[in-house]
C-alpha cells in the first residue's frame, strides 16, 4: 500500500486551544494528523504564516478567509541498505544484497466551501519509485511512500484520485472553539459542542489513530509499524484508501468517531468489495484530552476494529497442508467469505516541557485470519519521544526517536515456518524472533515550505527471523509544502 503524510498535521476535529502551538507539535486530539496504511498520507493542517519568510511553513500563504482551499506538497525519499547477513531467502524476503531505492510523491489538496457548515475536500495524488525490496521482507516497511504491487499487477504511475469527501458540520452548541485550516477541514473555528459526517474517498488514518508524535511520515518517522499501529489491518486498498462513512461527535476535550468502509476484495488488492453485506469493516475510537500534568496537554485513545473480508485461516492453511490437501500451506486456498478479523489498540501522547514530549502505542489483533489490508504483524508495541529545535534557536526543526517492536501469532509463525507466504512475508523457513526497530530522525525548516530530513532505521530480525540480518537502513528525504 501507499500512505502519503502530509507535511503538517490534518486538521483534527477536535477544539484547538485559544493559543494553538506550531501544528507538529499539538497533541493529534487538538488536530489532524497526516494518514498513515502504506499509501500516502493525510492532508496536514497549514501552521499560521507569519510575516518573517524564514518562519513561515508553506512556500505560499493561504487565505484564511476564502471559501477555496488549494495546497499541496512533494516528497522524495531516498534511502539504502548494505548487504547483510541472511542463512535462505525466500520469494517474500528482503534482498541481502545492498541496494537503494528513492520514492516520489507529489499530491494536491482542493476543497470548497458551501456552506459554513458544508465543504466538498477533493485531493489528486501521483506516485512513481519503488522501495528497498519492493515492500516486502518486513513488517515494519521502511518506507511509508512505498507502494507495494499485487499479484503481479503493475499500478499506473499516473496522477489518481486520492480522496473525495462530503464534510457535513452539525452544530450542537453556540460556543466556538478554534481550529486549524486546513486540506482535511476548511473552517477556522467550530462548534465545540458538534457531530461531523463525511463521506465519500478518504484513508482512515486520516482521523483514527492519529497521534502528533509520529503520524506524519513526511515530517516525521518513515517506518509503517511507528507511523502507525501495525496490528491495525485497516481497510484500504493498495494505496492506502477506501471507500466509506464516518460520524464523529466532540465536546471539548472528548472525541468519538465510527467508521464504515469497503474492504479490498484480495488480499492488499486496488479494487474494493462494494457489497456490504459481506465484505466491510467497522472502526470505533474515542480519546480524551486533559492536562494529565499541570500546564501539560496529553491525550489518551482506544480504537477497536472488526473486518469482514474473503480472507484465510493460518490454521486452517497449517492443516490442510500437513494432512497433504495442498503441497504448501496456502493462505489463498483457505480464503472464505465473511471471515471476521479484529483487534484493539491503545494510542497516547503526553507533552512534558514545551520543547519535549512523548507518545506510544500498544496494539493486537486475535492472530488467526490472515494479514489483509496493511501489514503481517498480530502485536505491536511502540515507545517515542520528540525534541523541537527551539532548544537550538532552530524553533522549526525537530528530532525523533522510536522504538517499536512487532509479533505475530503462533499459528501465524508456524504456518511462515512450514514455507507459507503472506502477502508481504516469506523467507521459506523461520526462527522466530520480534521484529524490533528503533528509528530517529532530524528534521530540518531550510526556508518557508522546504524541508529536509536524515533518517536512520535499525531492522534487527527482519520478518521475524533471527536467520536473517540485522539490517540498517540510513535514508533521506526532501519535502516541499505549497
Do not use: C
Amino acid at each position: 500500500m501507499l500512505l502519503l503524510p502530509v507535511a503538517a498535521t490534518a486538521q483534527s476535529s477536535a477544539p484547538q486551544p485559544a493559543a494553538p502551538q506550531p501544528a507538529a507539535t499539538q497533541p493529534a486530539a487538538l488536530q489532524s494528523a497526516a494518514p498513515q496504511a502504506d499509501a500516502p498520507q493525510t492532508a496536514a493542517a497549514q501552521p499560521a504564516e507569519t510575516d518573517d519568510p524564514g518562519e513561515a511553513t508553506t512556500l505560499f500563504p493561504h487565505p484564511e478567509n476564502s471559501r477555496w482551499w488549494l495546497s499541496g506538497q512533494i516528497n522524495v525519499v531516498f534511502q539504502y541498505h548494505p548487504a547483510f547477513p541472511a542463512k535462505y531467502s525466500g520469494p517474500n524476503s528482503l534482498n541481502p544484497v545492498a541496494q537503494y531505492a528513492t520514492t516520489h510523491i507529489f499530491t494536491l489538496y482542493t476543497g470548497y466551501e458551501l456552506t459554513h457548515t458544508t465543504e466538498v475536500l477533493v485531493d489528486v495524488e501521483e506516485a512513481s519509485g519503488n522501495g528497498l525490496g519492493g515492500a516486502v521482507g518486513l513488517a515494519g516497511i521502511n518506507d511509508l511512500d512505498d507502494v507495494r504491487t499485487v499479484q503481479g499487477v503493475q499500478l499506473s504511475i499516473a496522477p489518481y484520485l486520492a480522496r473525495l469527501m462530503l464534510h457535513q458540520i452539525i452544530p450542537l452548541s453556540s460556543e466556538r472553539v478554534s481550529s486549524d485550516r486546513g486540506a482535511m477541514g476548511l473552517a477556522t473555528s467550530l462548534p465545540a459542542r458538534r457531530i461531523e459526517f463525511r463521506i465519500g474517498k478518504f484513508d482512515l488514518a486520516d482521523f483514527f489513530d492519529n497521534n502528533s508524535g509520529g503520524s506524519d511520515s513526511h515530517l516525521q518517522f518513515l517506518n509503517w509499524t511507528i507511523v502507525n499501529d501495525g496490528a491495525w489491518d485497516y481497510a484500504a486498498n493498495t494505496r492506502g484508501y477506501t471507500d466509506g462513512a464516518l460520524l464523529e461527535y466532540d465536546d471539548h476535550q472528548l472525541s468519538i468517531r465510527f467508521a464504515e468502509a469497503l474492504m479490498p476484495k484480495v488480499a492488499n488488492g486496488i479494487y474494493l468489495d462494494a457489497d456490504l453485506a459481506r465484505a466491510r469493516a467497522e472502526n470505533l475510537e474515542g480519546d480524551l484530552s486533559e492536562n494529565w500534568l499541570p500546564g501539560r496537554a496529553g491525550v489518551v485513545r482506544l480504537l477497536a476494529y472488526v473486518n469482514h473480508a474473503n480472507m484465510g485461516s493460518y490454521r486452517q492453511a497449517i492443516d490442510d497442508f500437513l494432512e497433504g490437501i495442498t503441497p504448501t500451506p496456502s493462505m489463498v486456498a483457505t480464503r472464505r467469505q465473511g471471515r471476521v478479523k479484529y483487534g484493539f489498540d491503545f494510542n497516547f501522547e503526553q507533552e512534558l516541557t514545551k520543547q519535549f514530549g512523548v507518545f506510544g502505542r500498544y496494539g493486537w489483533d486475535d492472530g488467526h485470519t490472515e494479514s489483509f489490508a496493511y501489514t503481517e504483524d498480530d502485536q505491536t508495541f511502540q515507545l517515542g519521544g520528540w525534541l523541537r529545535g527551539g532548544t537550538w534557536r532552530r524553533k522549526l526543526d525537530k528530532v525523533g526517536v522510536a522504538f517499536v517492536s512487532n509479533g505475530i501469532s503462533g499459528d501465524h509463525r508456524e504456518y511462515l515456518k512450514l514455507g507459507g507466504l503472506g502477502f508481504l512475508l516469506g523467507d521459506g523457513n523461520l526462527n522466530y524472533g520480534r521484529e524490533n526497530i528503533p528509528e530517529v530522525y532530524y528534521n530540518a525548516h531550510f526556508w518557508r515550505g522546504i524541508y529536509g530530513a536524515f533518517d536512520l532505521q535499525h531492522v534487527q530480525n527482519p520478518g521475524y527471523n533471527r536467520d536473517r540480518g540485522p539490517v540498517l537502513v540510513p535514508g533521506l528525504r526532501l519535502h516541499l509544502e505549497f
